[in-house]
């Protein structure tokens, strides 16, 4: 199976640090695997079991995506993201 186009990136932060003004969270593109996912939760600073957040949702041309619900799963929103990248043009 070819590697699915990235068609998302979203930002996670971790929940206690999110009012943080030095503290910005990673960047994370959409679909991924469990390696991208755990690298961006390290570079979150995210732990087993941490809560986190996505605060920020964008497509692959950098628009805001707006129908994406507050506090979204990434589970959810990485589903979503491949089944985007598999449709054709």
Do not use: H, W
Not at 37 to 51: F, H, K, S, V, Y
Request: aromatic share 8%; with cysteine.
């Amino acid at each position: 199976m070819s590697a699915l186009q990235k068609v998302m990136t979203v930002t996670l932060m971790r929940a206690d640090l999110y009012d943080s003004p030095t503290y910005t969270g990673a960047y994370l593109r959409l679909p991924a695997n469990q390696n991208e996912i755990q690298d961006a939760m390290e570079r979150a600073r995210i732990t087993a079991n941490q809560p986190f957040k996505i605060v920020e949702c964008y497509n692959n041309q950098g628009e805001y995506l707006e129908f994406i619900p507050e506090n979204p799963q990434l589970d959810e929103l990485n589903f979503l993201a491949s089944r985007l990248a598999e449709m054709e043009d």
